[in-house]
């Protein structure tokens, strides 16, 4: 629970309560300015500490279906205020294209609430926030082998970038790396960097270039460069002529460009959101995902939630990582809050694969053959992915079986092989050399 305020909270006669980041940023951009007393605002994520909001006067409640733990949170503030006696102002941001079980419930509460004057009940249509120039970006169409990453800021998408596009070279395949971020920060982990406009594109110069090299080359845009329609045609048109010329195209894109030209990742066949553990990384994901709903993106089958999980950490997350912002699914993996229908995968970080990533950008040697194999594995699993490979996790599988699996496969080794080999040969001569004695013992006795 977050509470602000400037004065002491025994002094107001109104209240703000808003139930998650999506309500609370409506209260930032359509209540804040044309409050002319202060009010205490609190914010809710659960429904923790309900029970320490002040008494005042008159609360206006901000109710924004797209959050998380909704029904609980309203059923319970609810709960708790009616026996105030007191005004209620219900706001709630309605989304006509959402629908669930738990909304049409807490609209049932809301407008039975209202009908008996419980509560004031304002309903504000959020479909009339579309865009009205969206259909005149028709013209963007998804290309098949192109994938975006985005996220807040020092989540790990670069290096994450960097390691799976050289296993996907190991495997030889062919990457080109778009940086639309504003310090282009993947200059600093590979060599081949060049201008993604103005630079000769034309196919058969590149194939002849890239032939039999295990070598990822980096284009460079700013997302600042894209100020209309034609600029986001040039740069669409760009990526389109790469997606030909290479296996696969990673496109690095920071949060401001979400905010900015959400509609260009309407180009990407997957698009993978990176954050971390930190609940302001946790909202920032959220943020995103609601930006690519108002763009039209499925948020299902089409993104994936990228959890870089630091291990080792110097203070006590759990309770943070485990109440707040995740929840445990049976096999024990967290899976955040914010993820709405999307696959989610853990990066887990170590000692080890953090000096792999330092190495790869001061002395250029490989990442993804000197991270830790957890690391590498994880990895592996967005490369399948990308490449609509099915793939089972370790949690998934039982242990025995996997035991068992992994035997299997030592034992079909090729050096393990001519080891059993010559096991299997001694053996058999060792049989040998008994029966032919026993035989020349029978013989004497005779």
């Not at 059923?75 to 959402?98: D, M, R």
């Not at 920032?284 to 999980?309: C, H, M, P, R, W």
Request: proline share 2%; glycine share 2%.
């Amino acid at each position: 629970m977050d509470v602000s305020t400037n004065q002491h909270k025994d002094d107001f006669q109104s209240c703000i309560i808003t139930t998650g980041v999506s309500s609370l940023n409506y209260y930032y951009e359509n209540i804040l300015s044309f409050e002319e007393n202060s009010s205490l605002v609190y914010n809710y994520m659960s429904v923790t500490s309900i029970k320490e909001i002040a008494k005042a006067d008159d609360y206006k409640v901000v109710i924004d279906f797209c959050d998380n733990n909704i029904k609980e949170i309203v059923f319970e503030l609810l709960n708790y205020l009616l026996p105030f006696n007191t005004k209620i102002h219900a706001t709630v941001i309605y989304n006509v294209v959402q629908t669930s079980e738990d909304i049409e419930q807490c609209m049932v509460l809301l407008n039975r609430l209202d009908k008996h004057k419980l509560i004031t009940l304002e309903i504000v249509n959020k479909s009339s926030e579309v865009p009205k120039d969206k259909k005149s970006n028709s013209w963007i169409k998804k290309i098949k082998n192109a994938f975006f990453f985005t996220g807040a800021g020092n989540t790990g998408k670069t290096s994450l970038i960097s390691a799976l596009s050289e296993l996907c070279n190991e495997k030889g395949q062919t990457v080109a790396l778009i940086d639309l971020t504003e310090n282009n920060k993947l200059i600093n982990y590979f060599t081949n960097i060049y201008p993604l406009i103005g630079a000769n594109l034309q196919a058969n110069i590149i194939k002849e270039k890239i032939k039999d090299k295990k070598e990822v080359d980096v284009y460079t845009h700013n997302y600042k460069n894209l100020i209309n329609s034609a600029d986001e045609r040039i740069l669409c048109e760009a990526i389109n002529k790469l997606s030909f010329i290479y296996d696969f195209v990673f496109v690095n894109a920071d949060i401001n460009t979400v905010y900015t030209k959400s509609e260009i990742f309407n180009l990407g066949e997957k698009i993978f959101i990176v954050h971390d553990f930190m609940p302001t990384k946790i909202n920032s994901a959220k943020q995103i995902l609601l930006k690519f709903d108002e763009a039209g993106i499925n948020t299902k089958g089409t993104i994936s939630l990228v959890y870089n999980k630091v291990i080792n950490c110097y203070f006590n997350i759990g309770f943070i990582e485990e109440k707040m912002i995740f929840k445990k699914v049976d096999n024990k993996r967290l899976v955040p809050l914010v993820d709405l229908n999307c696959e989610t995968f853990e990066i887990p970080y170590s000692k080890k694969t953090m000096k792999a990533m330092i190495n790869h950008i001061s002395n250029k040697k490989s990442i993804i053959n000197h991270v830790a194999y957890s690391y590498k594995r994880n990895t592996e699993y967005i490369y399948k992915y990308i490449n609509n490979i099915p793939y089972v996790e370790m949690g998934d599988v039982d242990v025995i079986e996997y035991a068992k699996n992994s035997f299997h496969n030592i034992v079909q080794h090729t050096y393990i092989k001519k080891i059993k080999e010559e096991v299997n040969k001694y053996i058999t001569n060792t049989k040998k050399v008994t029966s032919y004695l026993l035989h020349f013992r029978m013989l004497e006795k005779h």
